[in-house]
C-alpha cells in the first residue's frame, strides 16, 4: 500500500487511483513472466518494487501523478476553490469585559538541562489590551511563549488563563480555551493557498470528522470556515493574496497570514512573536493598525517585539524581562524612563 501511494502519488486521491492500476498490473505481470521463465513462483514483485522505490525516491518524488497532471488542462487539475461568502458564519465565543484579569503567569520556571531559561517569572495580560513583552535576544520571552501556549510544558509555577490552570493542558485544549499564537520562524504549508493556510486555523471551530470529510459530507461547514478565513484575511488587509500560494508571498506578509490563521480560531488572548520582523516601515505602520483594530474589537495581544516605535506607539502595558527574569514593567512612557529597563538595552534602543 505504501509503494501504491508513493508511485501514484503521495497526497493526490487520483494519484492514489493510478497508483492502485499500475502495482497490481504489474505484480500480476511480474508473477507471469516468472513463471513461464522459471516455471515457478515467488515474490520476485518485492525485490522489483524495492527497487522501484529507490527509483522513485530519486526521480519522480511526487508520483506519476504528477507527470499525468502536467499533461492536463490546468483547470482540471488547480480547481479554483469558491467561496460562499454569504456561508452562515461560525459561532463566536463572547469576550471578557475588557480589563479583567485574563492570562496571569506565576512564577513560571523552564530550565533546559543545566540552562534557566524562565526564572520565577511573573506578568499579567488583561482583556482587551495590548501587553508588550521586551528583553534582550536570549532573555527568554519565547520560551515563555512556548509555556503559556502549551507548545513545552513550564517546570515549575502556574498559569491560568480566565482563572483556569492551563500549565499541564496540550496546545490545542489551549487553544480550544481561546489562546492563539503566531511563531518567531514562519511556520506556514507554502504548496498551500493563503487562503487555504488561514482557514486551518478555524479547524478546531468545525465538527465533522474525517470519515464525513473523505464523503463530501462536509461541504457546508467546509464554506463556513473559508468565509470565515475570508473575512479574517481582509480584516489583515491581504485581501489581493488569498488566492496565491503562501511559498508566493513575501515573508513580511507571511507573517501577516500566521496573524489572520491564529485570528481564524476566534481568539480571546492573541500572542504575537516578534510579528513586526522582515516587515517594511510600510507595513509595520498597517500592522500597528490591525493591532489597534483587534483591541477596538476586544481581543487581548501579548506581543514580542524588538521595534521599540513600533511598540511604543500600540502597547498599554510593557513587561521587561532579563535572563529569564521579571525586570520591569508600566506603561510604556514609564519603561521609557525606566533605569533597569534602559539598562537592560544599553539605553540604546529606548
Ligand atoms: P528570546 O526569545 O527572548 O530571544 P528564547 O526564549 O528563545 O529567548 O531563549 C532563551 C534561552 O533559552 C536561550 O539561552 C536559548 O538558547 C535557550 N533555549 C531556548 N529553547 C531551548 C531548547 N529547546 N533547548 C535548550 N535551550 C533552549
Ligand atoms: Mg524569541
Not at 501556549?149 to 480555551?177: D, H, M, Y
Not at 478565513?229 to 485581501?239: D, F
Not at 524588538?306 to 521587561?320: E, K, N, P, Q, R
Amino acid at each position: 500500500f505504501f509503494f501504491l501511494a508513493l508511485l501514484g502519488g503521495i497526497g493526490s486521491v487520483w494519484g492514489a487511483v493510478l497508483g492502485a492500476g499500475v502495482v497490481l498490473s504489474l505484480k500480476q505481470f511480474l508473477q507471469d513472466y516468472w513463471l513461464s521463465l522459471m516455471g515457478n513462483t515467488s515474490n520476485i514483485e518485492g525485490v522489483v518494487f524495492a527497487l522501484l522505490v529507490v527509483v522513485l525516491l530519486h526521480k519522480a518524488r511526487f508520483g506519476l501523478w504528477s507527470f499525468v497532471a502536467r499533461l492536463l488542462p490546468s483547470s482540471w487539475v488547480n480547481k479554483p476553490i469558491v467561496v460562499q461568502a454569504e456561508a452562515a458564519p461560525l459561532v463566536k465565543r463572547s469576550l471578557p469585559t475588557r480589563g479583567a484579569d485574563l492570562l496571569q503567569v506565576k512564577e513560571v520556571t523552564k530550565r533546559f538541562g543545566g540552562l534557566i531559561a524562565n526564572n520565577k517569572m511573573h506578568l499579567t495580560v488583561k482583556a482587551g489590551q495590548i501587553t508588550a513583552l521586551i528583553g534582550p535576544n536570549g532573555a527568554g520571552k519565547s520560551t515563555l511563549f512556548n509555556c503559556i501556549s502549551g507548545v513545552s510544558a513550564a517546570t515549575e509555577g502556574e498559569i491560568t488563563f480566565l482563572s483556569e490552570p492551563i500549565q499541564n493542558k496540550a496546545p490545542r485544549e489551549i487553544a480550544a480555551l481561546g489562546i492563539s499564537r503566531t511563531f518567531q520562524h514562519v511556520r506556514l504549508n507554502l504548496d498551500m493557498t493563503v487562503l487555504e493556510n488561514v482557514a486551518l486555523g478555524a479547524h478546531l471551530r468545525g465538527h465533522k470528522n474525517f470519515v464525513q470529510s473523505a464523503w463530501c459530507l462536509d461541504k457546508s461547514e467546509e464554506q463556513q470556515i473559508l468565509a470565515e478565513a475570508q473575512r479574517q484575511i481582509q480584516r489583515c488587509g491581504l485581501a489581493d493574496y488569498q488566492f496565491m500560494r503562501a511559498g508566493d508571498v513575501a515573508v513580511g506578509q507571511q507573517r501577516i497570514i500566521e496573524i489572520a490563521r491564529a485570528l481564524c480560531a476566534d481568539p480571546i488572548l492573541l500572542m504575537l512573536d516578534e510579528p513586526a520582523a522582515g516587515l517594511r516601515h510600510a507595513e509595520k505602520i498597517q500592522l500597528a493598525e490591525l493591532l489597534k483594530q483587534l483591541r477596538a474589537d476586544g481581543v487581548a495581544v501579548l506581543l514580542v517585539e524588538h521595534d521599540m516605535d513600533f511598540l511604543m506607539s500600540v502597547a498599554d502595558h510593557v513587561v521587561v524581562m532579563e535572563f529569564g527574569q521579571w525586570l520591569a514593567a508600566g506603561t510604556p512612557q514609564e519603561i521609557k524612563h525606566n533605569p533597569r529597563a534602559l539598562a537592560a538595552y544599553h539605553g540604546a534602543a529606548l
